[in-house]
Structure formats: C-alpha cells, structure tokens
C-alpha cells in the first residue's frame, strides 16, 4: 500500500455542509466557521483566496482552522462574514440568513452569478484525515489541467437537486473530491519538499511506513524497524531520510502525535488510554513530546476544543437538522 491511501484513508464527510455559491461583483466573504478543512472549487468566473486568484476549472483545498477571505478578482473588502456554524451575517452583525438563500443548498447575492463557487467544509480534523491536512499548505491550489472536472460538474449536479438519499451522495462525492484533489498536488512536480512522504516510491520505505502506521504504539528504533523490513540500520536511516525527508524515529513521533490528536477528540477518551495507544509507557512521557511539538498540553488540547471533543458517533447531527441549516443559515 503505497503511503499517500494510508493518509487518505481518513477523510469522511457526515452530514456535510456543501453548497453552490453565486456571486455578482462586488463581493467579499470574511470566513471564521473554524472547519478543519475546506475545498473550494470555481465553476464558473473567478475569485480570491486570501488574495491568490483562481479561476473557473481550479480547486482549492484550505487548511483551517484560521479565519480567511474569499473576494472577487477585483480583491472587493468582505461585506459579509461566515462564522461558527456557518452562521451568516454582515459585519455588523445582521443576520443575512433569508436574503441571501436561493434554495436547500444554493446561497449567494444573486440566483444566477457570475461567479460561482462549489464549497464543501469538514468541521472536525478527524473527519478531514490527520496528517495529510496537516502536510497540506495553508492553501493548496490544484490548476484546471490537473483538476477533476468531472468529478466538480458531478458533485455541482448533485448540490442542485434535492433527491432522495442526496446527503449520502454529497458526502462521498466531496471525499473523492478532496482525495482526488490532494493525489494530484502530491503527484505535481511543484509540491513543496516536506511533502515528498506523499508520493514515496521507494518500495523499502513503503514498507517500513507500513510497519509504523499499522503499530505506532510498537516500540520502534530504527534497529528493529531495519530488521522488519529486512536492510541493514544505515541503509534504512538513509533511504528513509531521502524519501521522507526526516529521520524514522522522528517522523514516528509526528504520526503518534498526530494520531493523538485525534483520539483525543473521542468523549470518553483519557490522556493516559491515549498515550498507550500511540506508543507511550506514561501520561508524563506523553504529555511532554504533546507539548513540545503541539504548543499545548493533551487536557489543554481537549480543553480548547469541546465541541469535537462532545462529537461522537452518538452525537452525529442528524440529516434532517443539517438539511434544515442548509435551509437557514447559509
């Protein structure tokens, strides 16, 4: 299994939030929803992320959860904002939630625009596939000649009817979306150097990846992990070095720690369980690496982010009341 579908395993959308918007110039969005991870796909016109411009055909994948700005080509000041929930309102505070609905699932200054954008958002880092977003730049654009156009025009389609059983669709469309969209920047020759881990072809350090994902709570030293994949110590430390582009032992921590940080999202989830999940002998040894690359604490961490931590798959919000935000904020 190469390394890039054991990353890309994780994304799965529930109850998606994913709409079609449709704008005339002059506009401007401040977007503070706190998703872990948004695509944003330009069917038609043109618009602006953060200032980089994309046109109709790219797609974009950004990384949150910090706020951002999606304007026309012109770069227009944001006039409205989107926060938590995707709640929508002027700066001010007006709740623009019925005037600028056109539908279940369609939202914008005016029906018909003359631009118009997919967006579909994942509000929770372990729905959106740990490491992977994390490797992802702040924003990733993928062009029109390496997008998936169809799969853009399918999912659009989608969005514009309301179906039966059209929320599972949409769910597992943006998936591929978002799969197929990180495949094609992973295989670009531009991709930034710290994500060449993504597009290992390196057979021996595939494997040895193989080994590290399946048991990250094995006690790993490069030693034993040579003798796993049958090479000598040098040869693997090497290799994997060039293929991945940090030492084993390190990258090991970094996937421990990302895992963590996803099972420290379950409800019931104690730092102590975790910390024997991913590998530690105690909470103490565990909280201390947490720290050190995190910039907080594990009780911190949950701390900082109830509302995931709240959201089991007990707590999944059901089709009918997503449908019915879709109906009313945005």
Same mark, same amino acid.
């Given at each position: 299994?190469?390394?890039?579908? %054991? +990353? ?5 959308? =529930? ?5 079609? =918007? ?15 991870? @948004?695509? !944003? ?8 992320? /953060?200032? #980089? !411009? ?17 304007? /026309? ?16 309102? @002027? ?10 609905? %056109? ?46 156009? $169809?799969?853009?025009?399918? &999912?659009?389609?989608? !969005? ?13 469309? &943006? ?14 020759? /531009?991709?930034?150097?710290?994500? #060449? ?7 021996? =350090? ?5 080994? &590290? %994902? $399946?048991?990250? $709570? ?6 034993? &992990? ?13 290799? +994997? ?22 099972? !420290? ?12 999940? =991913? ?6 040894? +565990? #909280? @201390?690496? +947490? ?40």
């Amino acid at each position: 299994m190469d390394p890039l579908t %054991h +990353f890309l395993d994780g994304p799965r959308a =529930v109850g998606a939030f994913a709409l079609i =918007v449709q704008m005339n110039t002059p506009w401007g969005i401040n977007v503070r929803d706190n998703a872990a991870l @948004t695509v !944003l796909a330009v069917t038609r016109g043109a618009a602006r992320v /953060d200032g #980089s !411009l994309l046109e109709a055909g790219d797609v974009a994948l950004i990384r949150g959860p910090e706020p951002y700005a999606v304007t /026309d080509a012109a770069g227009s000041a944001p006039a409205i904002e989107i926060g938590p929930g995707q709640h929508c309102t @002027t700066l001010d505070g007006r709740d623009l939630r019925d005037e600028l609905r %056109h539908g279940i699932r369609c939202w914008g200054n005016t029906a018909e625009g003359e631009t118009a954008l997919l967006i579909g958002t994942y509000e929770r880092p372990d729905e959106a596939g740990g490491l992977v977003v994390r490797a992802l730049p702040r924003l990733t654009i993928v062009p029109r000649e390496r997008a998936d156009g $169809a799969l853009v025009s399918l &999912l659009t389609r989608e !969005l514009a009817h309301d179906d039966p059983a059209a929320q599972v669709v949409v769910d597992r469309l &943006l998936d591929v979306l978002v799969v197929n969209t990180i495949r094609h920047w992973a295989n670009a020759p /531009d991709r930034p150097t710290e994500a #060449s881990w993504l597009a290992c072809n390196d057979p021996l =350090v595939v494997r040895a990846l193989e080994c &590290l %994902h $399946a048991d990250p $709570a094995v006690p790993w030293t490069v030693e034993s &992990l040579a003798r796993r994949v049958n090479t000598s110590r040098a040869s693997l430390a090497a290799r +994997f070095r060039t293929s991945v582009g940090e030492p084993p032992m390190t990258y090991l921590t970094r996937w421990r720690l990302t895992l963590a940080r996803d099972l !420290l999202q379950a409800p019931d989830a104690t730092v102590s369980r975790v910390a024997r999940q =991913v590998g530690y002998q105690n909470a103490y040894a +565990f #909280s @201390t690496a +947490f720290k050190r690359q995190v910039g907080t604490t594990p009780t911190e961490y949950r701390l900082r982010r109830p509302a995931q931590a709240g959201l089991g798959p007990d707590k999944i919000v059901p089709l009918e009341v997503r449908l019915t935000s879709a109906r009313g904020d945005i």
